[in-house]
């Protein structure tokens, strides 16, 4: 069983095809043993992508009607969600000043630890799939083991 911490953009190539798509879906289908982890706040961002996608029409309505409804339901479903509470914040408050992050990118990161933490007193470990090279660089730094779903066309 492997687990993997989903920022959003890595989530949402799961459901809106671009590059990395392939890989996401393989990651979901390779064995229903494999744990998903991600933020409270994960739903929210992939809403606003698949709605900025629909504005600037590369998703038709009912493309990102049939996208939006098996994202709730595999986000309700499949992943374990890490809540945002005031310890999520202050982390995330120390990880933005110190790489420099934007805010909800600070909070995926403080999320994603506290899931590594989790994964650890359980004896397992977790990798963070992200497609923000910046992102990406600060959960390396922090220790977590890191994959890019766009280095898999």
């Known amino acids: 069983m492997t687990a993997y911490f989903l920022d959003s953009s890595a989530a ?5 095809r671009e590059t990395g798509t392939r890989w996401m879906i393989s990651l979901f289908r390779q064995t229903p043993a494999n744990v998903f982890y991600s933020a409270r706040i994960t ?3 992939v809403a606003s992508a698949m709605a900025r996608r629909l504005r600037g029409r590369s998703l038709t309505a009912k493309q990102t009607g049939r996208a939006k409804k098996r994202f709730k339901r595999d986000f309700q479903r499949r992943f374990f969600k890490i809540e ?3 310890q999520i914040v202050e982390k995330a408050e120390e990880l933005a000043e110190k790489y420099f992050l934007r805010g909800y990118d600070a ?3 403080a999320a994603a630890l506290k899931a590594q933490n989790i994964r650890t007193a359980g ?3 977790l990798i963070f799939v992200c497609a923000d ?3 990406r660089l600060a959960a390396s730094a922090e220790g977590l083991a890191i994959e890019d779903p766009n280095a898999h066309p």
């Open 107 to 109: 909070v995926q990161l």
């Open 43 to 45: 739903a929210a961002e």
């Open 123 to 125: 004896g397992g470990s």
């Open 133 to 135: 090279n910046a992102l």
């Open 84 to 86: 945002i509470d005031a």
């Open 12 to 16: 949402v190539k799961r459901y809106v």
